[in-house]
């Protein structure tokens, strides 16, 4: 595994075994706040409207309980690809298969904190991985990455994937989100009731292709 | 010396060379009469391979020729050196606006509120603008005319510190760095984020309307003249000067040289008045004239002057009256009569260092800066205020001393002028 940080200075992990480079936390809102501050169209009114269902949490002050409010849920998926696009050309959301391909790894690969210690990260990257660090005490990428099914703040992440016809791009979330989206593993995404669906528990990462 | 080979035959060269160290020697008010010419001697003798003028500058001074021509100078003739005082040292205001969507309805109110603080503060503070959600500065005396347009730049911004913050932070934003002054409506979402910060600390959040910072900081409601007062608290006192400096012109005429200082204390009657000055002062080598505050809430604290181009100011002659003129004829024509200073009705109301000039017509000049240079470059005479004389000052030994005398009436000050002292 190697560790390297995007435009916005948190980490991308590389992963030689899967062939696969992907944000190694979810998307945080202090990373799309970066995007925000450009004069791109999402405004006051549209970031209020997603904090009232994701209430934000301060990368200076991360208790347990506030840990999810770090993170960029509750978007949809066209607003994640406004995100996508202005991180680099190459940035994306996950197929399923990927996805299951990072979710093997996480789960099943033990943790190593000395890597992203010398990643090069912004100030608010390092502050949160330290503070994860130490509240959840990881034995795997899992755990730090947000994905583990046995604890409550799990996030589910947006996958896409094509129709067999390869016309429509369908959205859905996976994870190992309680009471909500299943073992990634088993289960197919789920999918929101309604396209403007917001979530508190379903966020993103994007895979670097 | 055997590196420094005659190189610089031409003459306009020569001439070139020693402007170009004049001006640099102005620059660090090394420059006295007699190191100039010194100097200009210099440059002809010496043969200087005239390709850098600055190292050629840096190796002539360095010179034991010229050195001990400056320390022979330094010993006789204070420094000359012009420095300012602006006043906008004193408080530099960094202003940053929400001009997002959820301050629209309050625009009108934010403009109009900035505008006229930006009217008062321009003056007397150094001002940076910005908008939240955007780290790119904006000229704050063009917020009043181009605010509206440039509410429409940033309207589709997030309200956002961060990006102005980590902005000041990269231009070096330090605790003893300006205060910030926020103007807004509706959440800044990502205030937690700088919680516990000197830059949160120095941040005052004026809500326009129903809230700004979701409680995280005292949101502070009030009016422009109170917020004015909040800001610039207003002055009391400033004291000009340094031991070892003696002020021979200064530009504002609300200071008065008192107790071996410049000091400036605002009317009374408040009627508006700067404490902006330029000042040429005549410096002993290790003097650094400063600035020291008052604010009338009692804090005090000291500022650099900063150097400034001199300012060229001429003597104003008026005409005494013809029985005056007679009289000041007969007096100078009767030295026992210089004992005492003159008492025309035209200089009736006149305080400080006049000059009087006895050419085709007889004329008086009253001295808006009481400072005047005696004979040559060391002895000054300055009218104090308090003492209501026009003491002289020496400088010896690398510094200014009191003589313990005073100007006498009718001092000559060349062929055909005369101060006397009112």
């Given at each position: 595994?190697?560790?390297?940080?995007?435009?916005?200075?948190?980490?991308?992990?590389?992963?030689?075994?899967?062939?696969?480079?992907?944000?190694?936390?979810?998307?945080?809102?202090?990373?799309?706040?970066?995007?925000?501050?450009?004069?791109?169209?999402?405004?006051?009114?549209?970031?209020?409207?997603?904090?009232?269902?994701?209430?934000?949490?301060?990368?200076?002050?991360?208790?347990?309980?506030?840990?999810?409010?770090?993170?960029?849920?509750?978007?949809?998926?066209?607003?994640?690809?406004?995100?996508?696009?202005?991180?680099?050309?190459?940035?994306?959301?996950?197929?399923?298969?990927?996805?299951?391909?990072?979710?093997?790894?996480?789960?099943?690969?033990?943790?190593?904190?000395?890597?992203?210690?010398?990643?090069g990260m912004s100030l608010a990257a390092r502050y949160m991985l330290e503070e994860m660090e130490q509240q959840l005490q990881p034995q795997t990428w899992s755990e730090i990455m947000m994905l583990h099914g046995e604890r409550r703040d799990a996030i589910g992440n947006w996958v896409q994937w094509q129709d067999e016809d390869h016309r429509d791009v369908n959205y859905g979330v996976l994870g190992r989100v309680p009471r909500s989206v299943g073992n990634p593993q088993k289960h197919p995404p789920f999918l929101p009731p309604s396209p403007q669906?917001?979530?508190?528990?379903?966020?993103?990462?994007?895979?670097?292709? | 010396?055997?590196?420094?080979?005659?190189?610089?035959?031409?003459?306009?060269?020569?001439?070139?060379?020693?402007?170009?160290?004049?001006?640099?020697?102005?620059?660090?008010?090394?420059?006295?009469?007699?190191?100039?010419?010194?100097?200009?001697?210099?440059?002809?003798?010496?043969?200087?391979?005239?390709?850098?003028v600055d190292q050629v500058i840096a190796q002539v001074t360095k010179l034991p020729r010229i050195q001990a021509a400056f320390e022979e100078a330094a010993k006789k003739t204070a420094c000359e050196i012009w420095l300012e005082f602006s006043g906008a040292q004193m408080s530099s205001l960094v202003l940053i606006v929400?001009?997002?969507?959820?301050?629209?309805?309050?625009?009108?109110?934010?403009?109009?509120?900035?505008?006229?603080?930006?009217?008062?503060?321009?003056?007397?503070?150094?001002?940076?603008?910005?908008?939240?959600?955007?780290?790119?500065?904006?000229?704050?005396?063009?917020?009043?005319?181009?605010?509206?347009?440039?509410?429409?730049?940033?309207?589709?911004?997030?309200?956002?510190?961060?990006?102005?913050?980590?902005?000041?932070?990269?231009?070096?934003?330090?605790?003893?760095?300006?205060?910030?002054?926020?103007?807004?409506?509706?959440?800044?979402?990502?205030?937690?984020?700088?919680?516990?910060?000197?830059?949160?600390?120095?941040?005052?959040?004026?809500?326009?309307?129903?809230?700004?910072?979701?409680?995280?900081?005292?949101?502070?409601?009030?009016?422009?003249?109170?917020?004015?007062?909040?800001?610039?608290?207003?002055?009391?006192?400033?004291?000009?000067?340094?031991?070892?400096?003696?002020?021979?012109?200064?530009?504002?005429?609300?200071?008065?040289?008192?107790?071996?200082?410049?000091?400036?204390?605002?009317?009374?009657?408040?009627?508006?008045?700067?404490?902006?000055?330029?000042?040429?002062?005549?410096?002993?080598?290790?003097?650094?004239?400063?600035?020291?505050?008052?604010?009338?809430?009692?804090?005090?604290?000291?500022?650099?002057?900063?150097?400034?181009?001199?300012?060229?100011?001429?003597?104003?002659?008026?005409?005494?009256?013809?029985?005056?003129?007679?009289?000041?004829?007969?007096?100078?024509?009767?030295?026992?009569?210089?004992?005492?200073?003159?008492?025309?009705?035209?200089?009736?109301?006149?305080?400080?260092?006049?000059?009087?000039?006895?050419?085709?017509?007889?004329?008086?000049?009253?001295?808006?800066?009481?400072?005047?240079?005696?004979?040559?470059?060391?002895?000054?005479?300055?009218?104090?205020?308090?003492?209501?004389?026009?003491?002289?000052?020496?400088?010896?030994?690398?510094?200014?001393?009191?003589?313990?005398?005073?100007?006498?009436?009718?001092?000559?000050?060349?062929?055909?002028?005369?101060?006397?002292?009112?």
């Open positions: 595994m190697q560790l390297s940080s995007d435009r916005t200075g948190f980490p991308v992990a590389q992963i030689e075994q899967i062939g696969l480079a992907f944000n190694l936390l979810p998307v945080t809102k202090v990373q799309f706040e970066q995007f925000l501050s450009e004069p791109r169209g999402n405004s006051d009114l549209w970031y209020e409207k997603v904090l009232e269902v994701s209430p934000r949490t301060s990368w200076r002050r991360i208790t347990e309980s506030e840990r999810p409010g770090l993170f960029m849920t509750g978007i949809l998926p066209h607003e994640v690809s406004w995100f996508g696009q202005w991180l680099g050309e190459d940035f994306a959301l996950p197929d399923i298969t990927q996805w299951r391909q990072i979710d093997h790894w996480a789960c099943h690969t033990r943790y190593n904190g000395n890597l992203w210690k010398n990643a669906y917001r979530d508190v528990r379903y966020g993103f990462r994007l895979m670097q292709l | 010396m055997a590196n420094l080979t005659i190189a610089l035959s031409d003459p306009a060269a020569i001439a070139k060379f020693s402007v170009h160290v004049e001006e640099v020697l102005v620059q660090r008010g090394q420059l006295t009469g007699q190191l100039r010419r010194t100097l200009n001697l210099e440059a002809q003798n010496l043969g200087i391979h005239y390709t850098d929400d001009a997002s969507q959820s301050a629209d309805t309050h625009w009108k109110t934010i403009h109009r509120y900035v505008s006229a603080l930006i009217r008062r503060l321009q003056p007397l503070c150094r001002l940076q603008l910005f908008f939240l959600g955007n780290a790119t500065p904006y000229n704050a005396a063009q917020f009043e005319s181009h605010g509206n347009a440039w509410h429409e730049e940033n309207n589709r911004r997030v309200s956002l510190i961060t990006p102005v913050f980590t902005t000041l932070v990269n231009s070096g934003w330090s605790e003893k760095s300006p205060r910030i002054l926020v103007f807004g409506a509706g959440s800044i979402f990502d205030l937690a984020d700088w919680q516990d910060t000197a830059m949160l600390q120095a941040s005052r959040f004026f809500c326009l309307g129903d809230y700004l910072t979701d409680g995280l900081c005292p949101e502070e409601e009030t009016t422009v003249e109170h917020l004015f007062t909040r800001v610039c608290p207003p002055i009391s006192q400033v004291v000009l000067g340094a031991d070892g400096a003696i002020p021979f012109y200064w530009s504002n005429p609300a200071y008065s040289w008192e107790q071996g200082r410049l000091r400036f204390t605002p009317p009374e009657d408040k009627t508006p008045s700067t404490p902006a000055v330029r000042v040429r002062w005549l410096c002993a080598p290790e003097a650094v004239p400063q600035a020291a505050v008052t604010l009338q809430n009692g804090d005090l604290s000291y500022y650099e002057m900063v150097a400034c181009p001199p300012v060229r100011a001429k003597w104003r002659w008026q005409s005494l009256t013809r029985e005056e003129a007679d009289h000041l004829r007969r007096q100078l024509d009767c030295p026992s009569s210089h004992e005492n200073h003159p008492n025309y009705a035209t200089l009736r109301d006149k305080r400080g260092i006049v000059l009087l000039r006895d050419s085709e017509k007889a004329e008086y000049c009253h001295l808006t800066c009481p400072s005047l240079r005696l004979g040559e470059e060391s002895s000054v005479a300055l009218w104090d205020n308090s003492t209501r004389q026009a003491e002289i000052f020496r400088f010896e030994n690398h510094n200014w001393h009191r003589t313990g005398e005073v100007l006498s009436p009718f001092h000559q000050i060349s062929e055909n002028i005369y101060a006397v002292v009112l």
